[in-house]
């Protein structure tokens, strides 16, 4: 043993073990080029090459791998959703997500801690009702629990802040966290081995579109053609999507976010009111994780503020009052593309070969792993949309068939 | 603090202010379809924009020109410097 230690020491092949090959010149055609370079883009490239052989693929990323939403959400992963197309998608991410340490032989460090909403009105009681039901019969572990469950699932949570005393909870076993990075890390490790192409520091400055179909595009490296394309471009959907022509049902704006120092581990699943405005969760490095709704009003800016992070932490306290001695360590923003039904726009967009993953305000990360496999479905199969993701077109509001998941989502991550 | 000029109150901070949404022609007779247009798309603008807001307290609704990206706001103003007439919204069918 030492001996094979020291013939590896001496050794100029020693195998050093490369995640990403050095980066190289753009070809100048591909036969997909997905836009965007976080857990989402790099998810479809991966799914592409690993279950359609589609491996002449660019994923140009403007900066770098995984800079943009996907490192600045909060790293929520459940399906406790409202309607039966939400809950039925977001299942399917949830079991991805729970393998995907083994099929990328890469920790993203997937922890199920289970989710607890708090209900503080008999409104939200009911609407509680409805969810665990809806996720019951698609299989999720989702059920309604009291003040003494809730009492002994985290006995440090103030039962009757303020004005708002807590009624019931909503109790989602499969809610779970993960490393935000390692996600998009793996999936970029995966898709490169089977010949993806990944290009940071490259950003897409014109769509070429010809006849209703896009046939390339400019970047800052030069111009590629390609068979096809995907926007994945969280924060910035309504700007490339005016490249192409069109319009998109989103509004922009903030999120933000904190942490405070680390302290001993005190709590196990993430706790979110959504009366308070306001989600707790523990990392397992032990820093207090606080996020809350979406800023009042539209911007394309990551700025914090403090109006915010006084109601946050308001909140933060209330449910969790020894709190307050905490020192704050970071504090954060993304930018969320909201659409009116708080739901995401995937499939066909008006150009007939550009694809969209798109609309994913604050529901984008928990999502990446099944958004991946039925986006790669779909540019796989020339533009078939997959059923699971038919609720989520686009055309949905033309034809006023929106998807509401608004009660299942603000505030409420 | 942020604050916002009201035309009608003077400087305030921005927590008193709700958003409108932003300044677009409202279609006369038009398709469904126009309509959804209207009603869910957006241009969502990074830029200057200019758009709807209410002074929570006084219930007075006025414009405002910001800019999206460095949240300036760069000028607030009474909407008759906008509408100079009465917007009729009621449609024909109502109105007979």
Same mark, same amino acid.
């Given at each position: 043993?030492?001996?094979?230690?020291?013939?590896?020491?001496?050794?100029?092949?020693?195998?050093? !073990?490369?995640?990403?090959?050095?980066?190289?010149?753009?070809?100048? =055609?591909?036969?997909?080029?997905?836009?965007?370079?976080?857990?989402?883009?790099?998810?479809?490239? %991966?799914?592409?090459?690993? %279950?359609?052989?589609?491996?002449?693929?660019?994923?140009?990323?403007?900066?770098?791998?995984?800079?943009?939403?996907?490192?600045?959400?909060?790293?929520?992963?459940?399906?406790?959703?409202?309607?039966?197309? &939400?809950?039925?998608?977001?299942?399917?991410?949830?079991?991805?997500?729970?393998?995907?340490?083994?099929?990328?032989?890469?920790?993203?460090?997937?922890?199920?801690?289970?989710?607890? /909403?708090?209900?503080h009105t008999d409104a939200?009681?009911?609407?509680?009702?409805?969810?665990?039901?809806?996720?019951?019969?698609?299989? #999720?572990?989702?059920?309604?629990?009291?003040?003494?469950?809730?009492?002994?699932?985290?006995?440090?949570?103030?039962? !009757?802040? #303020?004005?708002?005393?807590?009624?019931?909870?909503?109790?989602?076993?499969?809610?779970?966290?993960?490393?935000? !990075?390692? $996600?998009?890390?793996?999936?970029?490790?995966?898709?490169?081995?089977?010949?993806?192409?990944?290009?940071?520091?490259?950003?897409?400055?014109?769509?070429?579109?010809?006849? #209703?179909?896009?046939?390339?595009?400019?970047?800052?490296?030069?111009?590629?053609?390609?068979?096809? +394309?995907?926007? +994945?471009?969280?924060?910035?959907?309504?700007?490339?999507?005016?490249?192409?022509?069109?319009?998109?049902?989103?509004?922009?704006?903030?999120?933000?976010?904190?942490?405070?120092?680390?302290?001993?581990?005190?709590?196990?699943?993430? $706790?979110?009111?959504? +009366?308070?405005?306001? %989600?707790?969760?523990?990392?397992?490095?032990?820093?207090?994780?606080?996020?809350? &709704? *979406?800023?009042?009003?539209?911007?394309?800016?990551?700025? *914090?503020?403090?109006?915010?992070?006084?109601?946050?932490?308001?909140? &933060?306290?209330?449910?969790?009052?020894?709190?307050?001695?905490?020192?704050?360590?970071?504090?954060?923003?993304?930018?969320?593309?909201?659409?009116?039904?708080?739901?995401?726009?995937?499939?066909?967009?008006?150009?007939?070969?550009?694809?969209?993953?798109?609309?994913?305000?604050?529901?984008g990360f928990k999502s990446?792993?099944?958004?991946?496999?039925?986006?790669?479905?779909?540019?796989?199969?020339?533009?078939?949309?997959?059923?699971?993701?038919?609720?989520?077109?686009?055309?949905?509001?033309?034809n006023f068939q929106q998807?509401?998941?608004?009660?299942? /989502?603000?505030?409420?991550? | 603090?942020?604050?916002?000029?009201?035309?009608?109150?003077?400087?305030?901070?921005?927590?008193?202010?709700?958003?409108?949404?932003?300044?677009?022609?409202?279609?006369?007779?038009?398709?469904?379809?126009?309509?959804?247009?209207? $009603?869910?798309? =957006?241009?969502?603008?990074?830029?200057?924009?200019?758009?709807?807001?209410?002074?929570?307290?006084?219930? %007075?609704?006025?414009?405002?020109?910001?800019? /999206?990206?460095? !949240?300036?706001?760069?000028?607030?103003?009474?909407?008759?410097?906008?509408?100079?007439?009465?917007?009729?919204?009621?449609?024909?069918? /109502?109105?007979?």
């Open positions: 043993m030492p001996f094979g230690l020291l013939k590896y020491g001496l050794s100029s092949e020693y195998p050093v !073990d490369v995640d990403l090959p050095p980066p190289k010149e753009l070809k100048p =055609s591909y036969d997909v080029v997905i836009i965007g370079g976080g857990g989402h883009g790099l998810a479809i490239a %991966y799914y592409l090459a690993k %279950y359609h052989n589609i491996t002449k693929v660019a994923v140009l990323e403007k900066a770098y791998l995984g800079g943009g939403n996907t490192a600045r959400n909060t790293a929520v992963i459940r399906s406790n959703y409202l309607t039966s197309e &939400g809950v039925r998608f977001y299942s399917e991410s949830v079991k991805l997500f729970q393998n995907l340490s083994n099929e990328f032989d890469f920790n993203i460090m997937y922890s199920e801690r289970g989710q607890l /909403t708090l209900a939200t009681v009911r609407a509680f009702r409805q969810r665990a039901e809806v996720n019951k019969h698609f299989g #999720g572990r989702t059920e309604m629990i009291d003040r003494q469950q809730i009492s002994e699932l985290v006995p440090t949570l103030n039962l !009757d802040p #303020g004005h708002l005393p807590v009624l019931a909870g909503l109790w989602h076993r499969d809610g779970a966290t993960a490393r935000h !990075d390692a $996600v998009a890390w793996g999936y970029a490790k995966e898709a490169a081995k089977r010949g993806v192409e990944i290009h940071q520091l490259t950003e897409v400055q014109e769509l070429i579109i010809e006849g #209703g179909r896009i046939t390339g595009v400019k970047t800052n490296r030069g111009t590629i053609q390609c068979g096809c +394309a995907v926007q +994945a471009v969280a924060g910035h959907s309504s700007i490339l999507a005016k490249k192409a022509g069109f319009r998109l049902p989103i509004i922009s704006y903030p999120l933000q976010a904190m942490v405070t120092q680390p302290v001993k581990p005190f709590l196990s699943p993430l $706790v979110s009111s959504s +009366a308070l405005h306001c %989600y707790v969760q523990q990392t397992s490095r032990g820093e207090v994780v606080f996020g809350g &709704g *979406s800023d009042p009003y539209p911007l394309y800016n990551t700025r *914090s503020t403090l109006e915010m992070k006084e109601s946050l932490i308001a909140s &933060g306290i209330e449910m969790f009052p020894f709190l307050a001695k905490a020192k704050l360590m970071r504090q954060w923003g993304g930018i969320t593309d909201m659409t009116p039904d708080y739901s995401p726009i995937m499939g066909e967009s008006p150009v007939e070969n550009y694809y969209l993953d798109a609309g994913w305000g604050t529901w990446t792993p099944i958004c991946g496999k039925t986006m790669a479905e779909l540019v796989a199969n020339g533009g078939k949309v997959p059923a699971l993701i038919q609720p989520f077109r686009l055309e949905r509001f033309a998807v509401n998941e608004m009660g299942a /989502t603000a505030a409420s991550h | 603090m942020k604050v916002m000029n009201c035309p009608l109150n003077g400087l305030r901070n921005i927590s008193e202010f709700i958003y409108g949404g932003e300044l677009k022609p409202m279609p006369g007779q038009c398709s469904d379809r126009e309509w959804a247009h209207y $009603v869910f798309y =957006s241009d969502n603008t990074a830029g200057v924009i200019t758009e709807w807001w209410m002074h929570a307290a006084s219930s %007075y609704w006025f414009l405002a020109e910001r800019h /999206t990206v460095t !949240d300036e706001i760069l000028r607030t103003f009474d909407p008759k410097e906008v509408f100079q007439e009465r917007v009729e919204f009621s449609s024909e069918e /109502t109105r007979k």
